[in-house]
């Protein structure tokens, strides 16, 4: 029996292996650039290396059929790589602009033909989401203009700002840092919707406070940043993805006939807690040696 797995990675190869020892012939696929973590128990990595050992078995990497037959023969697993041509298109993790463009074309054609629009109906409805889009793409204009005038750190308005910064906030403490970053990004989030538009907006700013205020205590610059981090990650969280009113939250309310009001009555005494003790942890971490 042949077994064609799809796939090279540690869970993949685990299975690969208990098949091979079980003496049944194991074929593998993965892509031309694995993106495995755990490289030293994947057969993957035989796609970059030529070969690769996980304990006993051997997986050696086959560009061709006669490659896979001449692999089997030896008593390897032959893995495959680029199948079905995947190489040729743009990774998943470089998509930009254009590729979500088209993808976004293509989507609004096929629910267009789903639902029997008719070209007005269609040509309205098309306009009226992209006309929603302005805001998203001037916030992100915007926050890409902060990001070029604060510059880095030895260039750039970000100099004159850290500067600023070590004469105004030199005796802020910080635990009183940790509650006003989760506080502003609890309160920007009803404001500026998506997390790479408020990290764009805020971060060159409030990375430069950060590395300022810490640079001459415990935790360190690095730590300071890593503070703010996490409390972004806590007040975004908090507004964006359990208070606001965002559209997929709102679609499933209306699925479900849940008022709005009432999910955030109830919401609310769950949400609130966690932000009160997530806060709490916050304060305390750079104390305890967290960060």
């Not at 057969?43 to 037959?69: H, P």
């Not at 743009?90 to 629910?111: A, C, N, P, Q, R």
């Not at 030895?154 to 802020?172: A, D, E, H, K, Q």
Request: aromatic residues 8%; proline residues 3%; contains cysteine.
């Amino acid at each position: 029996m042949l077994i064609l797995i799809r796939g090279a990675g540690d869970l993949a190869s685990g299975v690969a292996l208990r098949l091979h020892r079980s003496g049944l012939k194991v074929v593998m696929t993965d892509l031309e650039r694995p993106t495995a973590i755990r490289r030293t128990v994947c057969f993957s990595q035989a796609i970059l290396f030529g070969k690769a050992k996980v304990e006993d078995v051997t997986a050696v990497r086959a560009k061709t059929m006669d490659d896979v037959r001449r692999i089997l023969a030896a008593g390897n697993i032959p893995v495959l790589a680029d199948l079905l041509g995947v190489n040729s298109f743009t990774w998943w993790g470089d998509w930009y602009f254009d590729e979500f463009t088209i993808v976004m074309l293509i989507g609004s054609v096929v629910v267009a033909a789903i639902n029997r629009l008719s070209l007005q109906e269609f040509s309205r409805e098309f306009i009226g989401g992209a006309r929603s889009l302005v805001s998203i793409t001037l916030v992100v204009s915007v926050s890409r203009g902060i990001t070029l005038l604060m510059g880095s750190g030895t260039s750039g308005m970000s100099v004159t700002f850290v500067y600023w910064i070590r004469n105004m906030l030199s005796g802020v403490p910080v635990w009183l840092f940790a509650i006003a970053a989760v506080a502003t990004y609890c309160i920007s989030a009803l404001f500026i919707q998506g997390t790479s538009s408020t990290a764009g907006i805020t971060m060159p700013i409030l990375g430069a406070v950060a590395f300022t205020l810490f640079a001459g205590t415990s935790i360190g610059s690095a730590g300071g940043q890593m503070l703010l981090v996490s409390c972004f990650t806590l007040g975004l969280n908090f507004t964006a993805s359990g208070l606001y009113p965002e559209a997929t939250k709102m679609g499933v309310l209306e699925l479900t006939n849940i008022p709005y009001p009432t999910y955030l009555r109830h919401v609310t005494r769950i949400l609130v807690p966690m932000l009160l003790a997530g806060t709490a942890v916050l304060v305390i971490s750079p104390y305890l040696g967290l960060v």
